[in-house]
DNA sequence: GACCGCAGTTCCACATATTGAAACTTTGTT
DNA sequence: AACAAAGTTTCAATATGTGGAACTGCGGTC
């Protein structure tokens, strides 16, 4: 039986879950069937439980799946919660409004990247609609500021998990160089992305730790080679740090999750 | 109310999410106990799955559930895929700048509402991002614009599902009065709450149709009497037809679930 | 410091839900 | 009309989940 679903019945459906909301756009049947291992009988099954229970949802007309508005529900409840965003928001609406340039705020969720809040350059944008995203942790700032301040053996379990593909020249191409880094970044407190996830990419970031100095977030300040230099982003930290430190300030006792669980 | 044993193992799952996630708070194993009818064991195990499948959050310190961060990453693909928020967005900043009121972005979902974005009014009543919060279909000016719109097989089954508690004076309490208003509703095109949900709090909603007249979404300006009167609100809704009609006219294709299925 | 009680965890015989091959039905195509 | 492809249903075998009960460990109490 594939290994890849571990918590029966109940693992099956989220990973098909994934799969249907990876695809990006309504999925007929046979499509999802060309991606799952699973047998007709049991994937059709699965979908239709998913979607009597609304975390699906069935276009009639078209034949096609999509991800079901009970998600939104839910995920309002872990966005108030168990995310840092509520709590960061004055803050990062303070940072964006004196910096002028893009600002992310993100949590670890099994070894990847979680955006959970964001503000543009421009203009304000209040909600999912770019939280939600994932990205990788040993390629962003975001990523590597917490990755440096895990524990011991959760940090091992991380960057084991890493793909480590190769998104740019700059990449780290293993765990070995990538831990180097992180001892710099633990000593200064500060990460960079240095184009090492997309071409002329670039940015600050820091943790944001907790009274025992875990990481429970990260923030970063974003811009391109175009605008700005690694320099002029090394200035802006002094900033992303007094920010970082409200917040952690803040979200003390609040109970969130600083990393955990893999399966 | 537990709706929802049904759908085999899956389905107990889902609903205890909706338990956890309804605390609004970190619970302990035993409080959810008390609120779940399944058996200590089951519960335990089912619980761990969750966890271990990061729909769930657990605080080993405080030994504390939470929702978990893949709910957050599943509902953006769900946001932007079968939700009209990406594509209202722009007209809704053009009608909150216009109108300068609060404005609301909803469709329907099992009979409920779920509010998929909002603008807030000039005057910033602090509130926070409140996509993903639900609320009752009978009592709210978008609920009352979709349920008028709903084919009638899919009314009936909708109206039959209203919990119809009396929230103010002025509720509807009973599937009949809210179909005579459903009647009027679907000639004029335009629905209010007056002050059927909270005493103080009106608004206008128009229903957001498809080609085939199906309601996909609605729309609302919100205030209060103490700031307004239904008749100023009632002027601001050729505005909102107008929005609600090219936010239509974008989202002609994009298989939007128009009200469905109910276990 | 022994005792108690409760929250949380594990166990295991039993029941049930899930499985998946295959047959069937519907839908769309030539 | 004939065919193919997609989707749906069936059913016996069996893997999975169930839940009563017994256990563990911890914090409080006398």
Chains 1, 2 share one sequence.
Not at 11 to 26: C, I, Y
Not at 78 to 104: C, F, I, M, N, Y
Not at 135 to 156: N, S
């Amino acid at each position: 039986m594939g290994v890849t679903h571990s918590d029966g019945t109940v693992g099956k459906a989220l990973a098909l879950l994934d799969t249907v909301a990876g695809f990006g756009r309504p999925v007929r049947f046979a499509e999802v069937q060309e991606v799952s291992d699973l047998p007709k009988a049991t994937l059709y099954r699965l979908l239709q439980t998913l979607t009597s229970q609304r975390m699906l949802s069935y276009d009639p007309d078209r034949g096609t799946y999509q991800p079901g508005l009970r998600l939104v529900q839910l995920a309002h409840s872990a966005w108030r919660q168990t995310t840092l965003a509520p709590v960061a928001r004055p803050h990062l609406d303070a940072l964006s409004a004196k910096l002028g340039e893009t600002v992310h705020l993100a949590q670890l969720d099994g070894g990847q990247v979680l955006y959970v809040d964001k503000r543009n350059a421009r203009r304000p944008i209040p909600m999912f609609s770019d939280a939600g995203k994932i990205g990788p942790g040993y390629c962003t700032g975001v990523g590597k500021a917490m990755l440096a301040f895990l524990p011991e053996a959760e940090r091992a379990r991380a960057l084991a998990q890493q793909s480590y593909f190769r998104h740019t020249e700059h990449t780290h191409r293993d765990a070995h160089s990538l831990e180097a880094e992180l001892v710099e970044i633990r000593s200064s407190g500060i990460s960079f992305d240095r184009e090492e996830h997309e071409p002329t990419i670039i940015c600050v970031a820091v943790p944001i730790l907790d009274e025992r100095q875990r990481p429970i977030g990260a923030m970063s300040v974003t811009s391109s080679t175009l605008r700005h230099s690694l320099d002029d982003l090394a200035r802006l930290a002094p900033d992303l740090k007094t920010t970082a430190e409200a917040i952690a300030r803040e979200a003390a006792g609040l109970s969130l999750p600083s990393a955990s669980d893999i399966a």
